[in-house]
């Protein structure tokens, strides 16, 4: 199979293990050479224990149950933290085991240290939304999947972990594995886009860089959210089974076989039934199902909500409901502090169920080792954040986190531009707010994209920085004037724009996914120059960019970077870096065209000659904007002769294993992903056109050709009916390779029935 002039294979594989009909993501198993060169280490991190440690916990667990009294149990179910409401006595009482939001070693320690002082010396198990960084920041969790790199989305997630756990905290509410199915919910920044194979790869190496980094992880937010109606955050998902367990399922399956420690729910409900209250989904699916051995928290007082949702009457209502459905732990609503010990009294829930729930906590935090922990020091807290080796891995993960969206060869910027004006806050103020501003925690100082361009054109390149706008939130105009002035007279105008502030993350759902106006506007004025424009988008989800595609010289689609996503812009920009992101989700042409996907099933009546009673759109084409896995390099790369190993495989446990020629056809070394995807022709149910299976991102030098290997198994390619049964079925399966979801190079392959 190998051909000649190529250095070494590349093996890569969907990788999955179907077990019970969900997925298994394989491979990623670090050797410790690998683990060095990511900065890792081998030994460090949280694991479940196995064998007779797992045996001597589980001992332990119930000796300790036997001694707690009611009320004991109860404090082990409550979540409470920062605010107006919080008594540290309740820590050391034991009538809070679990605390949130707590960012400083000075304050964290004397919760601990009571906490064990308590009369069963249960310590506390601290959490935190620490997502993409506790000091140094990486690219948001959208932006680490557009690396389509899993070592650097784990390197992302071990750092983050290793800062929060140097000032104490051991508990995050990550990885947030929600397949996102609609770009004007304003959460999808926080997953990994629209794909359940892109979201089950993330899962695994988040959950592995956070255990790593010694931070436990909360895989969030079961079930549903990520396809809520209309993109309108908190909201019912309408979803059948079958869809649920294809799309939605996935990723939690695997991030709990990688070992997550807790799940959380969701404040949305799903087919009309609140995630919290929701008994199918927590007890049947995640526990009993997919054997999840940790422990399930409430999302933000969501038994609470469920008064709200109008499912409960009253608190001690909620209280049933969501002990019923399997929820361990209630964050912040204080229910289960208030009812919990009062129902079980009146017999209406069963000591059982709490019993249940409190084996649960105790597991996880004598998994994870707390009770053996020395206590955070605050001395040498600060010598731990914000360290180079840090700042370096977040600067590798934005190099990699950019997506090229087109370039008419103005990039990277040529020799010849004496000029530029750099136009945008986003691109110069420093005003990000971060988590550890609350705990007077060091702080990166930023640098400036105008500073970046400057240190790498040189002196002999006027450049002009104005923000145009009164600061990064880019929502009401600065000095308007002054930046359309240096925009005139340079000869090219970079510009940085996007959402910010308020505008991303929770609670913040569009139906426009626009600039906002004064930046649109403002955009328009640039372009009116006549001058050639980069516009730097700097947006949490996709935007609709038809209007700009072709008047625009490039758009380089960069999510939020992070700490020295500057750093890594300058580097695209001059071409020191070359650019090797891609999409992961898809860009629609206009709003109306959502929900619109990778994974789309056909029709009867395809898009065929562009006529009435075919599908499609009177007022707008049918094909997205820029396709899910799209992204340009400054060398244009070519795969070519598929070769399948054999073409058939054996049910079940088949593997199709082959392989691609990826030529660097241009004169700059650069990464390529190479992306497979499946189609099954004839199904007993409607399949999707293209099924993303597997992918390798692979570096090659000017005009170096490579032969990249790929396994994927049979297994990947199942499905499931309105019951949740997993369907594979036997016959003729088309395999398209490319560098995006249009992957054109094709060949086929025979499943053969199971003997
Ligand atoms: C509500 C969010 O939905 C959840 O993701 C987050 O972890 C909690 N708030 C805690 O901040």
Redesign the pocket.
């Known amino acids: 199979m190998r051909l000649t002039g190529i250095r070494r294979g590349h093996r890569f594989g969907r990788g999955l293990l179907f077990l019970l009909g969900f997925v298994a993501v394989l491979g990623l198993v670090c050797a410790p050479d690998r683990l060095q060169a990511q900065g890792l280490q081998a030994q460090e991190g949280l694991r479940w224990k196995v064998g007779a440690e797992a045996a001597a916990i589980e001992r332990r667990i119930e000796a300790l149950l036997a001694r707690m009294t009611l009320e004991e149990k109860v404090g082990q179910t409550n979540l409470t933290g920062r605010g107006d409401q919080f008594r540290p006595e309740w820590v050391a009482t034991g009538r809070s085991g679990a605390v949130?939001?707590f960012l400083a070693p000075t304050e964290i320690r004397p919760l601990q240290e009571a906490a064990k002082a308590s009369r069963l010396g249960i310590p506390l198990i601290i959490?935190l939304?620490a997502i993409h960084g506790y000091a140094t920041y990486f690219p948001q969790p959208l932006g680490q999947a557009a690396t389509f790199n899993p070592e650097l989305m784990e390197l992302s997630a071990y750092w983050t972990a290793r800062e929060a756990r140097a000032v104490g905290v051991n508990w995050t509410?990550?990885p947030?594995v929600d397949v996102s199915r609609d770009p004007r919910w304003g959460?999808v920044m926080?997953g990994a886009g629209e794909d359940p194979y892109l979201s089950a790869v993330a899962s695994v190496a988040r959950v592995r860089g956070y255990h790593r980094g010694g931070v436990a992880t909360?895989l969030?937010?079961f079930i549903g959210y990520g396809e809520v109606e209309g993109g309108r955050d908190y909201a019912n998902a309408l979803i059948p089974r079958s869809r649920l367990y294809d799309v939605h399922v996935p990723p939690f399956a695997e991030g709990v076989k990688a070992g997550a420690f807790t799940v959380?729910t969701?404040?949305s409900a799903m087919n009309g039934v609140p995630s919290t209250g929701d008994r199918s989904m927590i007890t049947d699916l995640l526990k009993r199902r997919l054997g999840f051995r940790g422990f399930v928290v409430s999302?933000?007082e969501s038994i609470m909500e469920m008064l709200a949702h109008r499912v409960a009457a009253d608190p001690a209502g909620a209280t049933r409901l969501a002990m019923r459905a399997g929820v361990d732990m209630d964050?912040f609503a204080g229910f289960y502090d208030r009812h919990l010990a009062a129902e079980v009294r009146a017999g209406r829930i069963p000591m059982a169920a709490v019993d249940d729930a409190v084996r649960r906590i105790l597991r996880v935090k004598l998994h994870m080792g707390l009770f053996d922990e020395a206590p955070v020091d605050p001395e040498t807290a600060r010598a731990k954040l914000i360290t180079p080796e840090a700042r370096a891995a977040s600067l590798r993960v934005a190099r990699e986190a950019m997506v090229l969206l087109t370039n008419n060869g103005v990039l990277p910027i040529r020799r010849e531009v004496k000029s530029i004006a750099v136009i945008g806050a986003l691109g110069i103020a420093d005003d990000d707010w971060q988590y550890a501003d609350n705990a007077s925690l060091p702080r990166i100082q930023r640098t400036t994209l105008p500073r970046e361009l400057s240190r790498h054109l040189g002196s002999e390149v006027t450049i002009v920085g104005e923000r145009a706008f009164k600061d990064s939130c880019g929502l009401a105009y600065g000095d308007r004037e002054a930046a359309l002035k240096a925009a005139r007279e340079a000869e090219l105008i970079v510009t940085v724009m996007g959402e910010e502030c308020e505008q991303i993350g929770?609670g913040t759902s569009r139906t426009r996914l626009d600039l906002s106006p004064v930046q649109a506007e403002m955009l328009e004025d640039l372009i009116a120059t006549g001058k050639p424009v980069v516009l730097i988008l700097k947006t949490a989800r996709p935007f609709v960019l038809t209007s700009y595609v072709n008047r625009v010289a490039a758009i380089i689609q960069s999510f939020h970077l992070g700490s020295d996503g500057r750093v890594a812009l300058g580097e695209v920009l001059t071409g020191i870096t070359n650019p090797s992101g891609k999409l992961p989700m898809t860009f629609p042409r206009s709003v109306g065209q959502i929900p619109i996907s990778v994974d789309m099933l056909p029709t009867g009546r395809p898009r065929l000659k562009n006529a009435r009673y075919e599908t499609g759109y009177l007022d707008e084409s049918i094909e997205p904007l820029f396709p899910f896995g799209f992204g340009l390099s400054y060398s244009p790369f070519e795969v070519s002769d598929i070769k399948l190993d054999a073409p058939s495989v054996r049910l079940p446990n088949g593997m199709i294993s082959g392989s691609v020629r990826l030529t660097n056809r241009g004169e700059r070394a650069g990464k390529e992903v190479v992306q497979i995807y499946m189609r099954q022709r004839v199904g007993s149910r409607s399949r999707p056109s293209r099924q993303f299976v597997a992918f390798e991102k692979v570096m090659l030098a000017p005009g170096e050709a490579r032969e990249v290997r790929f396994s994927v198994p049979a297994r990947a390619l199942t499905f499931h009916d309105d019951d949740g049964k997993a369907l594979l079925e036997p016959g003729d399966y088309d395999v398209f390779v490319g560098t995006d979801a249009r992957a054109s190079l094709t060949t086929s392959v025979r499943f053969l029935a199971a003997r």
């Open positions: 949130m939001n959490g939304d509410f990550a947030m959460r926080e909360s969030k937010h959380m969701s404040l999302d933000f964050m929770e």
